[in-house]
Nanobody, 115 residues
């Protein structure tokens, strides 16, 4: 059974940084899976924030380019989202997703950017 757990969210002031983690279990070969980060703000649709492929290549939504960085540690079955220069509009619940074989979703974690 595939399980995904996000961590690292919280409250941060504008301009601050957070690093989210997404740990996956139940996958035989974690390193072959591309994974994504999504977010959903109140009253808005879920949007793609970043994706990281099995070779480590990344892509980003326009609103986070230059501020967010996705990475992965295959030895730990974990991906990360480093979020810098955070803005109030980044406030949302952030979700980790594995498209292949599922899709599989984590439970989400709250990120609040506010002074």
């Amino acid at each position: 059974q595939v399980q995904i757990v996000e961590s690292g969210g919280g409250l941060v002031q504008p301009g601050g940084s957070l690093r989210l983690s997404c740990a996956a279990s139940g996958l035989i070969f974690f390193n072959i899976y591309a994974m994504d980060w999504y977010r959903q703000a109140p009253g808005k649709e879920r949007e793609l924030v970043a994706g990281i492929d099995n070779d480590g290549s990344t892509n980003y939504g326009d609103s986070v380019k230059g501020r967010f960085t996705a990475s992965r540690d295959n030895a730990k079955n974990t991906i990360y989202l480093q979020m810098n220069s955070l803005k109030p509009e980044d406030t949302a619940v952030y979700f980790c997703n594995i498209p292949r074989g599922g899709p599989y979703w984590g439970q989400g974690i709250q990120v609040t950017v506010s002074s």
